[in-house]
Each structure stands twice: as structure tokens, then as C-alpha cells.
């Protein structure tokens, strides 16, 4: 297995980069949770995979830190509905590569389509509202 391509990478379909909000802020923190993503799915090893996954963690709790602090700031009504989501979708990412994301060097698609799936579901839903929302205030 080598750094540049990891088995299975060769496989997977086309990287993909995070849906832009138009809101600056939260599209730079998406880039980060899209390029964490990435990072992880192109772990050359176990330990690597392992110190990503954390990576990963840690930056999707910051991102989701910054935009409850957004949703505080600008008396968003939704506020509790998306915050949930967010503990609901940690919760899930957490379990998700501490059970089946054990298996992630070996099966990149499964990883690949969990975690895009898990990153566009909420960005597309909760977070659009959220940026829309945020653009009408500054206007
Ligand atoms: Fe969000
Ligand atoms: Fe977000």
C-alpha cells in the first residue's frame, strides 16, 4: 500500500468538493470538513486512518460550534432543530467510524458514500436554510 494510492482509491468516484452556501464563512469551514474527508479516505494505514478519523471529529465539533454561534448571534429560529441535527449527526459519525469505519481501508466506497452522504444531507437541508437565512440579515 503505498501513500499516493491506497488500495480501492484508484476506484472511487470522483472526489468531490463541498456545496457552496454563499455564506463565506460556513463554505470555508465546509472546504475544511470536505478536505478532512478526503484526507481520510486517502489513509495509507491503520494509524493514519485512526489519526484522521480524529482529525475529522474534531473539525466537523468546530464547525459545528461556529455556525450554533452564528444561530445565537443572529436569533435564528431554527436554532434548536439544527443544533440537534448537529448532536444527532456527531453522534452518528462517531459510531459510524468506530464500528463499521473500522473496515474503511478496506472498503473506501462504503466510507466514501457514508460520509458524503452524511456531509451533503445536512449541508443541503439545515445549512442552505441557515445561509439563506444569515444573507437576508446582511442585506
Ligand atoms: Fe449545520
Ligand atoms: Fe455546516
Same mark, same amino acid.
Not at 494510492?5 to 457552496?20: F, I, N, V
Not at 444527532?88 to 458524503?116: H, I, Q
Given at each position: 500500500m503505498?501513500?499516493?494510492?491506497?488500495d480501492?482509491?484508484?476506484d472511487l468516484p470522483?472526489?468531490?468538493?463541498?456545496p457552496m452556501l454563499g &455564506?463565506?464563512?460556513?463554505?470555508q469551514d465546509?472546504? !475544511?470538513?470536505?478536505?478532512?474527508?478526503?484526507?481520510l479516505?486517502?489513509?495509507?494505514s491503520?494509524?493514519?486512518f +485512526?489519526?484522521?478519523?480524529n482529525?475529522?471529529i474534531e473539525?466537523?465539533?468546530?464547525?459545528?460550534?461556529?455556525?450554533e454561534?452564528?444561530?445565537?448571534?443572529?436569533?435564528?429560529?431554527d436554532?434548536?432543530? &439544527?443544533?440537534?441535527? &448537529?448532536?444527532?449527526?456527531?453522534n452518528?459519525?462517531a459510531?459510524f467510524?468506530?464500528?463499521?469505519?473500522?473496515?474503511g481501508?478496506?472498503?473506501? !466506497?462504503?466510507?466514501?458514500?457514508?460520509?458524503?452522504g452524511w456531509f451533503e444531507? &445536512? +449541508?443541503?437541508?439545515?445549512? +442552505?436554510q441557515l445561509?439563506?437565512?444569515l444573507?437576508?440579515?446582511?442585506?
Amino acid at each position: 500500500m503505498s501513500d499516493t494510492s491506497p488500495d480501492g482509491w484508484e476506484d472511487l468516484p470522483e472526489l468531490r468538493t463541498a456545496p457552496m452556501l454563499g &455564506h463565506d464563512g460556513i463554505d470555508q469551514d465546509h472546504a !475544511r470538513v470536505a478536505a478532512a474527508i478526503d484526507r481520510l479516505l486517502s489513509a495509507a494505514s491503520r494509524s493514519e486512518f +485512526s489519526r484522521r478519523t480524529n482529525d475529522l471529529i474534531e473539525i466537523w465539533r468546530d464547525h459545528c460550534a461556529y455556525e450554533e454561534a452564528l444561530m445565537q448571534e443572529s436569533g435564528y429560529p431554527d436554532f434548536e432543530a &439544527h443544533r440537534k441535527e &448537529h448532536r444527532a449527526l456527531s453522534n452518528e459519525l462517531a459510531m459510524f467510524l468506530l464500528t463499521s469505519g473500522r473496515d474503511g481501508l478496506n472498503d473506501r !466506497r462504503v466510507l466514501f458514500r457514508y460520509l458524503w452522504g452524511w456531509f451533503e444531507m &445536512h +449541508s443541503d437541508g439545515q445549512d +442552505s436554510q441557515l445561509a439563506a437565512f444569515l444573507n437576508r440579515e446582511t442585506r
